[in-house]
C-alpha cells in the first residue's frame, strides 16, 4: 500500500496554478499514488482514497469516536463527506487541464447506521454524466466486510476554470 501523504497547512496544498498544469485525472492518481497530497478533511474523518480512473472513485473509511453522534452512532456527516467526496472525485477523474469543480447540491440516503470500531466501509463514485458545465454523479458506500449498502447518494457539480 502507498504511504499517504496529507497537507499539514495550505502552503502544502497544490495553487491554482499548479492545479491548471494537470488534468483532473492526474490529479486524483496524484494523491492516490502518493505523490500529491490529501486533503486535510480525509485524516480528520480517516478516510482515504484507495483508486481512481476516469469516471470513478473510490475511498476506504473507517469512523472512529470523533465522528459519532450524541446517541452513540456515526454522524450522518460523516457519511456525507465519504460520498461528496468519491462523488465529486469522480467528476474531476473526466476534467481536463486547467479546469476545477465545486459540488453545487449533493443528496445522501442513509439506510442503516455506523457504529465506531474497525470495520471499513468502501465509498464508489461513478459519473453519469460529465458535459462542458456541469456533471452529475453517484455514489454507494458499502462495509467492505459485510457487502452491506449502508448509504447511497447523487450530486450536481458545476465545472469552473482553475485560473
Not at 467528476?91 to 439506510?111: D, R, S
Not at 471499513?120 to 467492505?144: F, I, N
Request: aromatic share 8%; glycine share 12%.
Amino acid at each position: 500500500m502507498t504511504e499517504r501523504l496529507y497537507a499539514k497547512s495550505v502552503e502544502e496544498l497544490l495553487s491554482p496554478a499548479e492545479l491548471a498544469t494537470m488534468s483532473g485525472l492526474d490529479f486524483i492518481r496524484g494523491i492516490v499514488e502518493g505523490r500529491l497530497p490529501a486533503p486535510p478533511i480525509s485524516k480528520t474523518l480517516n478516510f482515504w482514497l484507495e483508486s481512481a480512473r476516469e469516471g470513478e472513485a473510490i475511498f476506504v473509511g473507517v469512523p472512529k469516536f470523533n465522528a459519532m453522534n450524541p446517541i452513540g452512532s456515526i454522524h450522518g456527516g460523516w457519511f456525507g463527506t465519504i460520498l461528496d467526496s468519491c462523488m465529486a472525485c469522480a467528476f474531476q477523474t473526466t476534467l481536463p487541464k486547467g479546469k476545477g469543480y465545486t459540488t453545487l447540491e449533493y443528496k445522501v440516503n442513509i439506510i442503516r447506521p455506523l457504529l465506531p470500531g474497525d470495520a471499513s466501509y468502501r465509498a464508489t463514485g461513478r459519473v453519469d454524466h460529465a458535459g462542458r458545465r456541469t456533471g452529475v454523479a453517484s455514489g454507494t458506500l458499502v462495509g467492505v466486510e459485510d457487502g452491506k449498502t449502508y448509504a447511497t447518494g447523487s450530486t450536481t457539480c458545476i465545472t469552473l476554470d482553475v485560473v
